[in-house]
T-cell receptor, first 112, second 112 residues
Framework: ELKVEQNPLFLSMQEGKNYTIYCNYSTTSDRLYWYRQDPGKSLESLFVLLSNGAVKQEGRLMASLDTKARLSTLHITAAVHDLSATYFCAVVPETSGSRLTFGEGTQLTVNP | EAQVTQNPRYLITVTGKKLTVTCSQN?????MSWYRQDPGLGLRQIYYSMNVEVTDKGDVPEGYKVSRKEKRNFPLILESPSPNQTSLYFC???????????FGPGTRLTVT
């Protein structure tokens, strides 16, 4: 059974600081997604990572993928309050076709 | 406007009373999927569909049915709802050639 684990699950940080959210998964994967969810809202797609060494950046967020280590990271640079949200990674195993398994989510709070 | 719509957005019902949550997309996407979101468990995939008349089970299909008679619609059917199906449900869709997935606004279901 595929396991997708994020850490930390809760993160409180100050504006201007940097931090990294980790996503580990237990089987080989075709692709890895990162999503953002604001309280009471739906999910917004942030990144899709398709190959080993893939790196994508959008504003203060940068995601990377190491398929050998089965690890993805979401790095936050110089956090601002608007980044407060819950962040999910999700994985499609190589053998599963299109079954998508999510991590538990990381609830990020950026304090002024 | 390209979107995924769900109806109803909120529903309170009683155990055993059949219900249907509709999902519709206007982007001509082949792939559609249903998820449930529960605190501490992240999102779990219920069913997905690769195209018309093609559906497959996700991680938590028990107690749910789906159908895909038209490309734009993917209803979720609870034949005999139980309190453990109280959850927040999301429908999503994507084009098969693209990995970006679009989520609907969510349906909050309470079964008493």
């Amino acid at each position: 059974e595929l396991k997708v684990e994020q850490n930390p699950l809760f993160l409180s940080m100050q504006e201007g600081k940097n931090y990294t959210i980790y996503c580990n998964y237990s089987t080989t994967s075709d692709r890895l997604y990162w999503y953002r969810q604001d309280p009471g809202k739906s999910l917004e797609s942030l990144f899709v990572l398709l190959s080993n060494g893939a790196v994508k950046q959008e504003g203060r967020l940068m995601a990377s993928l190491d398929t050998k280590a089965r690890l993805s990271t979401l790095h936050i640079t110089a956090a601002v309050h608007d980044l407060s949200a819950t962040y999910f990674c999700a994985v499609v195993p190589e053998t599963s076709g299109s079954r998508l398994t999510f991590g538990e989510g990381t609830q990020l709070t950026v304090n002024p | 406007e390209a979107q995924v719509t769900q109806n109803p957005r909120y529903l309170i019902t009683v155990t055993g009373k059949k219900l249907t949550v509709t999902c519709s997309q206007n982007m001509n996407h082949e792939y559609m999927s249903w998820y449930r979101q529960d605190p501490g468990l992240g999102l779990r995939q219920i069913y997905y569909s690769m195209n018309v008349e093609v559906t497959d089970k996700g991680d938590v299909p028990e107690g749910y049915k789906v159908s895909r008679k038209e490309k734009r619609n993917f209803p979720l059917i609870l034949e005999s709802p139980s309190p453990n199906q109280t959850s927040l449900y999301f429908c999503a869709s994507r084009r098969f050639s693209s990995y970006e997935q679009y989520f609907g606004p969510g349906t909050r279901l309470t079964v008493t």
